[in-house]
């Protein structure tokens, strides 16, 4: 790649982050303050685990499980941490790598590793919950 396709890669990059950290922190903020940090956890969950291999793209050069699960935990928790502070929230910041577990939380939710369905699922029944309310 020439330097120029770097920087403009980089830049894409930038402004697609920008975009996605905008649409979380609407999203979450228009949810009630009492479910807003459980929805951020369980959000940077389900961001920190690894696409299954049925999930993954065909057609390109696969990425191993391993190559995702280093670094997907930690670029959640900088998604979440900007989403934080958006909304007014204290970011909890990365300090290390966390594999597999971004959150504090009981065995079983560990042992579930809630992939993004359960994600999808909880947004559509916060939505739910506000539509009713």
Do not use: N
């Not at 975009?19 to 609407?26: D, G, N």
């Not at 065909?58 to 958006?86: C, F, H, K, N, Y």
Request: charged residues 20%; negative net charge; without cysteine.
């Amino acid at each position: 790649m020439s330097s120029d396709q770097v920087a403009k890669l980089a830049a894409t990059i930038e402004v697609l982050t920008g975009a996605v950290h905008f649409l979380i922190a609407e999203r979450v903020s228009a949810q009630p303050e009492a479910v807003q940090g459980d929805l951020l956890h369980i959000l940077q969950r389900a961001f920190s685990t690894p696409p299954r291999p049925e999930e993954a793209l065909t057609g390109r050069a696969a990425l191993t499980s391993g190559d995702l699960a280093l670094w997907m935990p930690i670029v959640a928790a900088g998604m979440m941490d900007e989403v934080r502070r958006q909304i007014g929230r204290q970011p909890e910041g990365v300090t290390h790598i966390v594999l597999g577990r971004t959150s504090p939380g009981p065995a079983s939710e560990v042992a579930e590793r809630p992939s993004r369905e359960h994600a999808r699922s909880a947004i559509a029944h916060f939505e739910a919950g506000r539509a009713v309310a």
